[in-house]
């Protein structure tokens, strides 16, 4: 698999009248031709923020102060806009955690997949109403041809969050970007969800990047995971080593508070919350809610360093600690 996407110390801040707030500071990740990739963090981690960046959408006050983001080798932030709107949507499709962001509740389905489709191919109004007919049978919608007039609020939650998906393949990319997408869902709803991405992204071979607060998410739809904490990369490995032995305390705990099938250990909540990312914590951002830190951990910052094959891990103590879950 070659590379698809590569984010290299990517700085993204919002300069607010409060002070300067680092949302994203200093994190770097590779996805691959294909590759189901995770970006797992509690909500403040800088999960969105880092993707959005990456598409060249960051909302003032914020921007990017550092760092490079390359795409099957071609560097964006050298892109001008005009170039950057073929980037999305082209190649990187967008699908947010709530579809009544992304559709306009004005126009019916039909008129906003032709708009898409129409932006990223030289193709007549009846040939991409045509192809938005095929790309709602592509994820699922029964009836399409009659969805196509229907208004977003015609819809239930489900069928809107599928249209919201089928509109951000129409531009046919090589990586799709799902941002929470079965948050406002059903369990029924979410689990509907996830098979037509799983699918999906087999069928077209497609690469996906999965943002989520959800372990258990993690673990049914990714092959590697990235760890984030408070805007910092805390750990990267594949996802089946990081159920089996997390290297960092923050990994841990995000699995201790989710319930596993295959033990009967007590869920543990992680106390306390994100740091203030306009004043973090000094050294590790984790320290003031890690029962292992150390003074080490509050006086330096520690290095994201080599774990093992394709695995790091920004811990003073890994190779000390045994993190794993006790059944």
């Known amino acids: 698999m070659g590379e698809l996407l590569r984010v290299d110390d990517l700085k993204t ?9 680092k949302a994203v500071d200093g994190i770097s990740f590779a996805v691959n031709e294909g590759e189901p990739l995770g970006l797992v963090g509690e909500s403040g ?26 795409f099957k080798g071609e ?55 045509e192809r938005g007919v095929k790309l709602l049978k592509l994820v699922g ?13 015609e819809l239930s939650g489900g069928m809107r969050q599928r249209v919201a998906i089928a509109r951000a393949l129409a531009g046919e990319p090589e990586l799709l970007v799902a941002d929470e997408p079965t948050t406002n869902l059903d369990v029924t709803i979410q689990a509907q969800v996830l098979d037509l991405l799983r699918n999906l992204g087999k069928e077209l071979q497609m690469s996906l990047i999965l943002i989520t607060h959800d372990m258990g998410l993690i673990a049914e739809m990714t092959e590697r995971v990235v760890v984030l904490y408070a805007g910092k990369v805390a750990e990267e490995s594949a ?3 990081v159920f089996r032995s997390p290297k960092h305390p923050y990994t841990a705990a995000l699995l201790a508070s989710v319930p596993r099938l295959d033990q ?9 919350g994100i740091p203030n990312l306009i004043n973090p914590p000094t050294g590790c951002r984790f320290n003031p809610r890690c029962t292992y830190s150390k003074q080490i951990c509050v006086d330096n910052v520690p290095p994201l360093e080599e774990a093992g094959e394709r695995r790091l891990v920004s ?9 794993r879950r006790k059944a």
């Open 45 to 70: 981690s800088g999960k969105t923020v880092t993707v959005l960046a990456a598409m060249g959408i960051v909302a003032k006050p914020g921007r990017i102060v550092g760092g490079k983001i390359f």
């Open 13 to 21: 801040y919002f300069f607010t009248e409060a002070g300067v707030v």
């Open 75 to 129: 560097e964006l932030q050298a892109s001008s806009e005009k170039e950057m709107r073929k980037v999305r949507g082209k190649k990187i499709g967008y699908v947010s955690q709530d579809p009544n962001s992304s559709l306009d509740p004005l126009y019916p389905v039909g008129n906003q997949l032709v708009e898409v489709v129409r932006t990223h191919f030289d193709e007549t109004k009846a040939e991409a109403w």
């Open 264 to 272: 009967k250990a007590a869920l543990v909540p992680i106390g306390g």
């Open 239 to 241: 996802t089946a080593e």
């Open 141 to 153: 919608i029964s009836e399409p041809e009659a969805r196509m007039k229907a208004y977003p609020h």
């Open 315 to 323: 811990c003073h103590r890994w190779k000390e600690l045994d993190l």
